[in-house]
């Protein structure tokens, strides 16, 4: 079992908290690349029903969610499928953070992905919740007409990313804690309360890891992609993809492994000694 203190006995600081962000990563990424795996595949639930069919890669994402609103894409299989890809990485999202949790706390494995799912209600609703707030950040921007509207837009975008670090530790909060929706949107509200400027390095440095990594196998995807497709663009893309869904099943751990660390560092600043007896009885 990894020897990872956690929760932390101590607030940590920004440098520990990122460190602690790689020791969970280290410890738990290998028994995690099923369930990421799996996630994103299954994120990708309405582009291969749209490929499927035949239209063209074009017709998922959001490019395909802008089509039906607009009425031209009536196809209930398309919103069903798409509606799936939207719920399933949230949940393989919650079990891959009460796997690592389990490993980090010396619990023993099993039943993640259950867990996960008998919270998936939850998380839907604690994600429309914070999916609200954030879009509410633009809603003085709705009431002028352009251009007045998209430069008062821009400025939005100050209260979006305040609200965005404020709501950070909601879905984790959700999962390892057990509370509704309405109750970890609140406790990570005042958990993340005073610690804007400490949150906004701690995610600025976590990102620039994060592209760094994802630039270093993206430069080797594409040579792997090279190599293996031989000049077949149908072998090309199929390699792409495969690479693709493994970069991606190795980087979503890290995700969560810095959601568990951000959520230990801001229980023990605000929560203290409470802490460790309250995860204990959520487990």
Request: aromatic share 10%; hydrophobic share 55%.
């Amino acid at each position: 079992m990894p020897n990872i203190a956690y929760p932390p006995r101590r607030p940590l600081s920004v440098g520990e908290v990122l460190d602690l962000t790689f020791q969970i990563y280290r410890a738990s990424v290998l028994r995690c690349l099923l369930l990421a795996a799996v996630g994103v595949v299954l994120g990708q639930t309405a582009t291969i029903y749209t490929l499927a069919k035949g239209r063209g890669l074009g017709s998922g994402g959001w490019q395909g969610f802008i089509q039906a609103l607009q009425g031209d894409n009536k196809d209930p299989v398309y919103w069903a499928a798409y509606v799936f890809g939207a719920l399933a990485p949230l949940v393989f999202y919650a079990a891959i953070l009460l796997r690592q949790h389990a490993i980090i706390t010396a619990r023993p494995l099993g039943g993640e992905l259950a867990a996960a799912l008998r919270r998936a209600p939850a998380l839907l609703g604690a994600s429309l919740l914070v999916l609200a707030s954030l879009g509410a950040c633009f809603l003085p921007a709705l009431l002028l007409s352009p251009p007045a509207r998209y430069a008062l837009a821009v400025l939005c975008l100050i209260p979006l990313s305040y609200v965005l670090l404020m709501l950070s530790c909601t879905l984790v909060v959700l999962i390892l804690s057990g509370t509704g929706p309405i109750a970890s949107y609140a406790r990570s509200w005042r958990l993340t309360s005073g610690s804007f400027w400490r949150l906004s390095a701690i995610y600025t440095v976590g990102m620039i890891v994060l592209i760094v990594f994802f630039f270093v196998l993206g430069m080797l995807a594409a040579f792997m992609s090279g190599i293996l497709g031989r000049g077949d663009v149908a072998l090309i893309a199929a390699t792409a993809g495969v690479i693709t869904v493994a970069v991606t099943a190795l980087t979503t751990p890290y995700y969560t492994a810095m959601g568990l660390a951000v959520f230990g560092d801001l229980s023990a600043r605000k929560e203290g000694a409470d802490l460790e007896q309250r995860i204990a009885a959520s487990a």
